[in-house]
């Protein structure tokens, strides 16, 4: 019997609530006091198409999830389908006889009438689900109170007749399976356990919960997808918390009003993905010359153009280098899972102000829409930091102007906002002089020009090494950033297991390259490995640019799924081999 060790699956068309089940079932299982990691996927349609929700649940902290299914509720045949072949031995699918066909071999089939026990509660579309997740936890044997309590949180608000028809829904679900099937049959079960208090969140809304935690007031954004859920919650939250979130008409709009409030010293983000960040190109360059501090989420998705909207990839990470014409400073940090997608947001803001530069949080569907359970982030770790801003001033100058680009030793002129008194000076699109009135001589240009590169320079001190992981001492490294963080590190314990030793190099902060360290770690390694999801290996890329080492050994996805623990545990043991 497997104990609070497992992987349930949820499938059906768009429109079944497959994510608010699976979402609902990961808290269920959390509150139980175990470890859950939920993902989804979904096509980008509107109605139908085929929605899945996987929930690995775990006694240890689950990083990522796992190919093979233990427990599959099927609310249509395609689900059946497309998944029969991922099922562990041993494995159950709850599904409703009189809707599908069932005709497979070596698994437990647990026939439950979803529609039928659905249409007796009220809405035989919509609470199929919630008869589905009563069956499932009664074949988990998990006392029914557990799912009472968070189908209540989970329609707070809403009538008491919905509330009542779900919990109702459920129970005949649970009963089913408790009347109709031998105690023990099913081979996991649920056990509750005692332990801290953890969150369910996923990388959106951490990194929304540490901007809002950094001090940002005002959120411009043009919904995208897999950005959206930052401007979702912050809608959700944002009378509670004192924020303003604006829609504009386009994300050229979006980054532009981001540029003019931190010019008037609002800390102010956007977030965006793919095709919306092309619009933004521009005003990036905008934000470079007039020196202004802006935080980008950029969440990635699979391209060239409209590309696969609702699937993942790691393929921007070029593309936010280079956007935008001509050369300036910025700053690209790839949190690895939702507490450093927290923690990169209150640095980025941070980044951004001291530096005055444009700061990107890379992140990307996968990371911005799986969920997992977390303890509660320090939110005092980072302080508050707005760089060389000044609000107070002596008498103007000789020529009666603050010097807001003024040549500094470190590339870093004072910053005044528009308010403070003798803190006036000009600002335009165009090159300028130290007072910000437009210049187009060589010697201006070239120091000018100087003075803003100066900043990377100086920021390249400041950024943080990469994170090692496992065993320092281990002749194999595995090399990856962003999300891979998680999958990267189970598929090391599993090798660990087999008496391969290996370490992980994760790359949080990629941009400026942090040259020296990765240089250092990989002189003391006698193999590598690259782990990306893209096909070109832009890491892989940067680390032979950088440091002269060209990685052979690359494990490369682009077919726009992320990687699973044990799929990518199966393509490194290939390739250290």
């Keep these: 019997m497997k104990t609070n060790s497992f992987v349930w699956k949820i499938g059906g068309e768009a429109g079944y609530g497959i994510m608010t089940a699976g979402i609902a079932f990961a808290r269920c299982c959390m509150r139980a006091g175990l470890y859950v990691f939920a993902n989804n996927e979904y096509p980008s349609l509107i109605r139908g198409g085929h929605n899945t929700y996987d929930v690995r649940v775990s006694e240890k902290p689950a990083k990522a999830p796992l190919t093979k299914i233990d427990l599959l509720v099927a609310l249509n045949q395609d689900t059946i389908d497309r998944h029969k072949e991922n099922l562990n031995p041993g494995a159950g699918i709850v599904y409703d006889k009189a809707e599908m066909d069932m005709s497979i071999n070596d698994v437990k089939l647990y026939d439950v009438p979803l529609k039928a026990i659905a249409k ?47 919990i109702k829904a459920a129970k005949k679900g649970y009963d089913h399976i ?48 897999p950005s959206s859920g930052v401007i979702h919650y912050m809608m959700n939250v944002s009378r509670q918390k004192d924020i303003v979130v604006v829609q504009p008409e386009d994300e050229i709009a979006a980054m532009n009003m981001t540029i003019g409030a931190n010019f008037a010293g609002v800390r102010a983000m956007t977030a965006t993905s793919g095709g919306g960040f092309a619009l933004m190109a521009e005003g990036l360059g905008l934000a470079g010359l007039s020196e202004t501090p802006v935080v980008i989420n950029l969440a990635m998705r699979p391209g060239p153009a409209t590309g696969l909207p609702t699937h993942s990839g790691q393929a921007d990470l070029r593309f936010a280098m280079h956007a935008a014409q001509d050369e300036f400073p910025r700053m690209i940090m790839a949190p690895g899972d939702a507490e450093e997608c927290f923690y990169c947001a ?16 890379l992140t990307d569907k996968y990371l911005a829409e799986s969920y997992e359970s977390i303890g509660f982030p320090d939110q005092d770790k980072v302080k508050v930091d707005k760089g060389k801003l000044v609000l107070e001033l002596p008498e103007l100058g000789e020529k009666g102007l603050f010097k807001r680009y003024e040549f500094t030793e470190d590339g870093i002129s004072p910053r005044s906002i528009p308010g403070i008194k003798n803190g006036l000076f000009h600002s335009a699109g165009d090159e300028h002089d130290e007072r910000g009135f437009v210049e187009e001589d060589t010697e201006n240009r070239t120091r000018m020009h100087a003075k803003r590169l100066k900043k990377f320079e100086t920021l390249k001190k400041e950024v943080p090494n990469p994170t090692i992981y496992g065993d320092e001492d281990a002749e194999i490294t595995l090399i990856s950033w962003g999300s891979n963080k998680g999958n990267a590190m189970e598929a090391m314990e599993m090798l660990k297991k087999e008496g391969t030793n290996c370490k992980l190099m994760h790359i949080k902060y990629v941009w400026p390259f942090p040259t020296q360290s990765v240089k250092e770690t990989l002189s003391k390694s006698k193999k590598a490995v690259l782990i990306e999801n893209n096909a070109t290996a832009q890491l892989g890329s940067l680390i032979k640019e950088h440091c002269f080492i060209d990685v052979e050994k690359k494990v490369l996805k682009w077919d726009g799924r992320p990687f699973h623990a044990d799929e990518l545990h199966e393509k490194l043991k290939k390739a250290i081999r």
């Excluded at 609470?127 to 009664?138: E, I, L, R, Y």
């Excluded at 988990?140 to 028809?165: A, T």
């Excluded at 640095?347 to 001291?354: I, L, V």
Aim: glycine share 8%; proline share 5%; with cysteine.
């Design 178 to 225: 408790i009347e109709n099937y031998e105690p023990n049959e099913f081979g996991c079960k649920l056990e509750p356990k005692q332990g801290p208090k953890k969150l369910l969140i996923c990388g959106s809304e951490a990194l929304s919960v540490g901007a809002i935690r950094a001090g940002c007031k005002l959120l411009f954004q043009y919904p995208m997808t």
């Design 346 to 361: 209150m640095e980025a803001f941070n980044y951004a102000e001291k530096y005055q530069i444009p700061v990107f949080i």
């Design 120 to 166: 007796e509660c009220g809405n035989e579309k919509l609470m199929q689900n919630t008869v589905a997740m009563g069956a499932s936890f009664a074949l988990l044997k998990l006392p029914f109170s557990h799912f009472e309590d968070v189908i209540k949180d989970w329609f707070k608000g809403k009538k008491e007749d919905i509330i009542q028809n779900n």
